[in-house]
């Protein structure tokens, strides 16, 4: 625990160093432009690999970034940040060689969290045709990261929170982007279907 508020009277020092005013202006208040929903995963630190600072990013992080529509949780920081900071964009952000998924890949039983990894089986039932047509096992997982974040993007649209957003003057947009540990580079996969095609009539609220 030392090294933590070691590292935490550092930053501080450095901080104070670079910007005087740094802390008397977070406490004033914030008005980030972006959520980011993401994998709780230790290699994947919001604002490091956005270039964001502190004030700028609403952050939810989860097991394989999901949006699961009985999670208090994240529908708390959804519908603050989308209806009391009114954030401009709302991202789910998914890694290539994320645990979380690998786990919902393989059949073995890993405790309570098994009921979590079942969203991520759900999507790999939805594109099963795709998801067994791929033969090489690395290209099946990273496409599977892909379809994850992409069904979590329809996810979020499927809320009632994004779809009364979307009805005002100024919605949110939605974004799926994927991480890539390896390079460090981000990839927007251009979501842009939010709602499950064709079943508009049932997801669809007026
Ligand atoms: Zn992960």
């Known amino acids: 625990m030392e090294r933590i508020l070691t590292g935490n009277r550092e930053w501080v020092e450095k901080k104070n160093q670079e910007d005087p005013e740094f802390f008397a202006r977070s406490a004033k208040g914030?008005?980030?432009?972006?959520?980011?929903?993401?994998?709780?995963?230790?290699?994947?630190?919001?604002?490091?690999?956005s270039g964001t600072g502190p004030g700028e990013m609403f952050v939810h992080r989860n097991i394989a970034n999901m949006v699961v529509h009985t999670d208090i949780n994240l529908l708390s920081v959804l519908q603050y940040a989308v209806e009391v900071l009114k954030v401009k964009h709302v991202m789910v952000v998914g890694h290539y060689g994320c645990g979380g998924v690998a786990a919902a890949?393989?059949?073995?039983?890993?405790?309570?969290?098994?009921?979590?990894?079942?969203?991520?089986k759900d999507v790999i039932r939805i594109h099963?045709?795709?998801?067994?047509?791929?033969?090489?096992?690395?290209?099946?997982?990273?496409?599977?990261?892909?379809?994850n974040v992409i069904e979590q993007v329809i996810n979020?649209?499927?809320t009632s929170?994004?779809?009364?957003?979307l009805k005002t003057d100024e919605p949110p947009q939605l974004h799926g982007l994927v991480y890539d540990i390896r390079e460090?580079?981000?990839?927007?996969?251009?979501?842009k279907e939010y709602m499950v095609k064709g079943f508009e009539h049932i997801y669809g609220m007026q």
């Open 184 to 191: 460090g580079i981000l990839k927007n996969l251009d979501v």
């Open 30 to 49: 914030q008005a980030p432009k972006y959520l980011f929903i993401g994998c709780s995963d230790s290699r994947v630190p919001a604002s490091q690999i």
């Open 156 to 158: 979020l649209s499927k």
């Open 128 to 147: 099963e045709d795709e998801f067994t047509s791929i033969t090489d096992d690395e290209q099946r997982f990273r496409r599977l990261v892909e379809l």
């Open 105 to 120: 890949m393989s059949d073995k039983q890993f405790g309570l969290i098994d009921n979590w990894l079942t969203n991520i």
């Open 161 to 165: 929170i994004i779809q009364n957003a």
